[in-house]
């Protein structure tokens, strides 16, 4: 079982749905990453989060330390929305303390 | 700062020969990772630097990939006698942690195509 999973894996939606991402992970953290890659682009960081919740216009995200697990909304989602999204984490002991684990993404993709 | 920069670009090599990739972070960030994406996958890590010391490489990775920083700023990734399999984007990423966890900056990512 992978560290960091993220669901769902493809996601499809029309302009103006709100959207949810999920990613759990199974080890103790320090921060958790959530970012952004357009096709043939490179990757951006949305958010970075310890604890509680962030949002940065249509976008939230939140993190629930106790249960090892982290949502990004999208809300009134648009075309230009479409990308993959990226949850990280950030391991917090142990010999990987600083390592990044990525999740395997989700390619969301919203029609007009 | 121009942010993290990575060179080349573009590579593309012959079975057998020896690449090296550059990478450049924002300057006086104290960590740097080395990851690299297939088309479709997500980025899979390669190793991690805090400062010059390297604190972990994939059990993935073969003796064919080695790196370094050797200064603490710019890093240098290696793969030796090259395969057809190395063909991936390979990744660099920075972030400033002191007193807690910094937010990462990516660069553009050196794609590698091995023939």
């Known amino acids: 079982k992978n560290e960091v999973e993220q669901s769902p894996q493809n996601l499809t939606a029309q302009e103006g749905e709100f959207i949810t991402i999920n990613c759990s992970y199974s080890?103790?953290?320090?921060?958790l990453h959530w970012l952004q890659q357009h096709p043939g682009g490179g990757i951006v960081s949305l958010f970075m989060?310890?604890?509680g919740k962030k949002k940065h216009g249509r976008l939230i995200a939140t993190i629930n330390i106790q249960e090892k697990h982290s949502s990004l909304h999208i809300t009134a989602s648009h075309p230009r929305d479409s990308a993959v999204y990226i949850c990280?984490?950030?391991?917090?002991?142990?010999?990987?303390?600083?390592?990044?684990?990525f999740g395997q993404g989700t390619i969301l993709t919203v029609h007009p | 700062d121009t942010g993290v920069s990575q060179d080349p670009r573009h590579k593309i090599t012959k079975r057998g020969q020896n690449v090296t990739f550059r990478c450049d972070p924002i300057?006086?960030?104290?960590?740097l990772y080395w990851y690299r994406q297939t088309l479709g996958q997500g980025p899979e890590f390669l190793t991690y630097f805090q400062n010059e010391a390297q604190l972990e490489k994939s059990r993935l990775l073969s003796d064919r990939f080695s790196a370094e920083r050797p200064k603490g700023s710019f890093s240098t990734l290696e793969i030796q006698r090259t395969e057809q399999g190395d063909s991936a984007m390979y990744l660099c990423?920075?972030?400033?942690?002191?007193w807690g966890t910094g937010e990462l900056f990516f660069g553009e990512g050196s794609r590698l195509t091995v023939l």
């Open positions: 990280a984490v950030v391991n917090a002991g142990g010999t990987s303390y600083g390592k990044l684990t």
């Open positions: 989060l310890s604890s």
């Open positions: 990423a920075s972030s400033l942690n002191r």
């Open positions: 080890v103790g953290i320090s921060a």
């Open positions: 300057s006086e960030h104290n960590r």
